[in-house]
Nanobody
């Protein structure tokens, strides 16, 4: 059974940092693009960041560029999102995703982890 499990969410003050982790199991995701999406209350889910299978290409939403860093460890089947200088507008449920062809049409989703940034 393929699973993506996020962890590391929580409550943090504005300006603080959090590190999200995504643990993949059930298959190897070595050749999958992986990424993070988020969904705030009453808003549609949006793209946050992505990393290709070889970890040499990353992409970020304009709203998080310079503050968030995505990384992955293929040997451990793990992916991470380091979030710095957090803002209240970053408050959302963050989802891990994996796509064989493109991260913008993921084949697998995690269950999500809540990130709340207080002002």
């Amino acid at each position: 059974q393929v699973q993506l499990v996020e962890s590391g969410g929580g409550l943090v003050q504005a300006g603080g940092s959090l590190r999200l982790s995504c643990a993949a199991s059930g298959r190897t995701f070595s050749y999958y693009a992986m990424g993070w999406f988020r969904q705030a209350p009453e808003k549609e889910r949006e793209f946050v960041a992505a990393i290709n299978w070889s970890a040499d290409t990353t992409r970020y939403a304009d709203s998080v560029k310079g503050r968030f860093t995505i990384s992955r460890d293929g040997a451990k089947n793990m992916m991470y999102l380091q979030m710095n200088s957090l803002k209240p507008e970053d408050t959302a449920v963050y989802y891990c995703a994996a796509g064989a062809t493109t991260i913008y049409e993921p084949d697998y989703w995690g269950q999500g982890t809540q990130v709340t940034v207080s002002s």
